[in-house]
């Protein structure tokens, strides 16, 4: 998470890219689950994550969902850092990628950004 974090534009492109064909398994996995979340949160490049993972999510779908950690991405999705989903730990842990110095994007503009990718209406 940290490398996504702090790492400028081009670094994170190449990041995002290197997932390409894991995403799935990233989102079934209890640790990779919120380093999806975390490049959620930081990644201004949203064209970029929607093609590179929301799309690979979007594909797994049936699989993603069936799994809590799988869930667990979704619902960051859809609602981020809400705590009645996620402890506090978790929020915790995310909220150490707040105020980076390289994210240039509100983080609203973000998120609402990512919700059209991922909701179809």
Not at 53 to 62: A, F, G, Q, T, V
């Amino acid at each position: 998470m940290r490398a996504l974090w702090f790492s400028k534009a081009k670094e994170r492109k190449l990041i995002i890219k290197s997932f390409k064909g894991h995403v799935k398994d990233m989102c079934l996995n209890e640790n990779s689950c919120f380093v999806l979340c975390a490049l959620f949160d930081c990644v201004d490049d949203t064209v970029l994550v929607k093609k590179a993972i929301i799309s690979e999510i979007l594909e797994n779908l049936d699989t993603i969902t069936m799994s809590q950690s799988g869930r667990s991405v979704l619902n960051y999705l859809l609602a981020p850092r809400m705590k009645k989903i996620f402890p506090p730990s978790v929020i915790d842990m995310l909220k150490g990628g707040d105020n980076n110095p390289v994210s240039k994007k509100d983080p609203n503009v973000r998120r609402k950004e990512l919700l059209t990718h991922v909701s179809p209406g």
